[in-house]
């Protein structure tokens, strides 16, 4: 069994800065594919990025990726998002989840393994 829990997240100003981690814990060997995710007020839940263990291979949603990057400390097996000149459209919770094998960042009913959430707020 996995778990995930994601931390990091609060209020910031418009044009700051967050990094959100996900430490995943239990059986993780096998769910080497790792993403973040995100649901804004009124919206569906959205990919936001992913980070696959096979090869490190990273993917963005292409709106994000000037701004947000993904990462992964092996040793520690936490999953980050730096979060750059943020956005009050980005404002949200944000999702961690994991799966075995293959990524997907436009799929969320791929993903059967989801943390719990972290907000993030930005003010303009």
């Known amino acids: 069994q996995v778990q995930l829990t994601e931390s990091g997240g609060g209020s910031v100003q418009a044009g700051g800065s967050l990094r959100l981690s996900c430490a995943a814990s239990?059986?993780?060997?096998?769910?080497?594919?790792m993403a973040w995710f995100r649901q804004r007020p009124g919206n569906e839940r959205e990919g936001v990025a992913y980070f696959d263990g096979r090869d490190g291979e990273t993917s963005y949603v292409m709106s994000l990726k000037d701004r947000f990057t993904v990462s992964k400390d092996n040793a520690k097996n936490i999953l980050y998002l730096q979060m750059d000149g943020l956005k009050p459209e980005d404002s949200g919770m944000y999702y961690c989840?994991?799966?075995?094998?293959?990524?997907?960042?436009?799929?969320?009913?791929?993903?059967?393994?989801w943390g719990q959430g972290t907000q993030v707020t930005v003010s303009p």
């Open positions: 239990g059986d993780t060997e096998t769910f080497t594919c």
């Open positions: 989840a994991t799966r075995k094998a293959t990524c997907f960042l436009y799929h969320t009913e791929m993903y059967t393994i």
